[in-house]
Antibody, heavy 121, light 110 residues
Framework: QVQLQESGPGLVKPSGTLSLTCAVSGGSISSKNWWSWVRQPPGKGLEWIGEIYQSGSTNYNPSLKSRVTISADKSENQFSLKLSSVTAADTAVYYC??????????????WGQGTMVTVSS | EIVLTQSPGTLSLSPGERATLSCRASQSVSSSYLAWYQQKPGQAPRLLIYGPSSRATGIPDRFSGSGSGTDFTLTISRLEPEDFAVYYCQLYGTSPPMYTFGQGTKLEIK
């Protein structure tokens, strides 16, 4: 059973950089799956941030692309999110998730429990 | 960019009833890239349906998905108490490659 665990600071100052890590257990980030970050502001819906593949290829939400970097550390079996120039609008629960890996379909079958990040001075 | 619109915003039903949730895309999409999730308070979303009618592992057969083109439906045949939650549809688009979620439908106990 694949498990994902987010970690990182729960409080980030405005204009700073949000940095989170997703540790993967029970599976390998080198497998044929994409790995994503998704966020959810308090009381609101889900927003996809971006994804990374084992090869290092990445795709980002165009609305966040200029501020987002997703990277992977195969030796640690984890992947990371950096979001720069944060504002209060970036306050949210941040989830990491694994893609199904079934050719021709899409969906996130395993999720972390989520970590709350607040942007405030 | 494709927009997904879910309706209704809130659906009030009783256990044992049938629930029909709608997800409409702003343009025709590949049904293979449509998925549905359930989210309960304080929990991560759970994948229910993908592709758009395949049930994810461990999902009861009272959950079913259908649709094509721009209109997709999640049906819960007989509501159980644990089914009351928020439901999201999700679409993968290829130009650019990205995921979009609908705004959610809250299924509440009547």
């Amino acid at each position: 059973q694949v498990q994902l665990q987010e970690s990182g600071p729960g409080l980030v100052k405005p204009s700073g950089t949000l940095s989170l890590t997703c540790a993967v257990s029970g599976g390998s980030i080198s497998s044929k799956n994409w790995w994503s970050w998704v966020r959810q502001p308090p009381g609101k819906g889900l927003e996809w941030i971006g994804e990374i593949y084992q090869s290092g290829s990445t795709n980002y939400n165009p609305s966040l692309k200029s501020r987002v970097t997703i990277s992977a550390d195969k030796s640690e079996n984890q992947f990371s999110l950096k979001l720069s120039s944060v504002t209060a609008a970036d306050t949210a629960v941040y989830y990491c998730a694994r893609h199904l890996g079934i050719s021709g379909t899409r969906g996130f079958d395993f999720w972390g429990q989520g970590t709350m990040v607040t942007v405030s001075s | 960019e494709i927009v997904l619109t879910q309706s209704p915003g809130t659906l009030s039903l009783s256990p044992g009833e049938r629930a029909t949730l709608s997800c409409r895309a702003s343009q025709s999409v590949s049904s293979s890239y449509l998925a549905w999730y359930q989210q309960k308070p304080g929990q991560a979303p759970r994948l229910l349906i993908y592709g758009p009618s395949s049930r994810a592992t461990g999902i009861p057969d009272r959950f079913s998905g259908s649709g094509s083109g721009t209109d997709f439906t999640l049906t819960i045949s007989r509501l159980e108490p644990e089914d009351f939650a928020v439901y999201y549809c999700q679409l993968y688009g290829t130009s650019p490659p990205m995921y979009t979620f609908g705004q959610g439908t809250k299924l509440e106990i009547k």
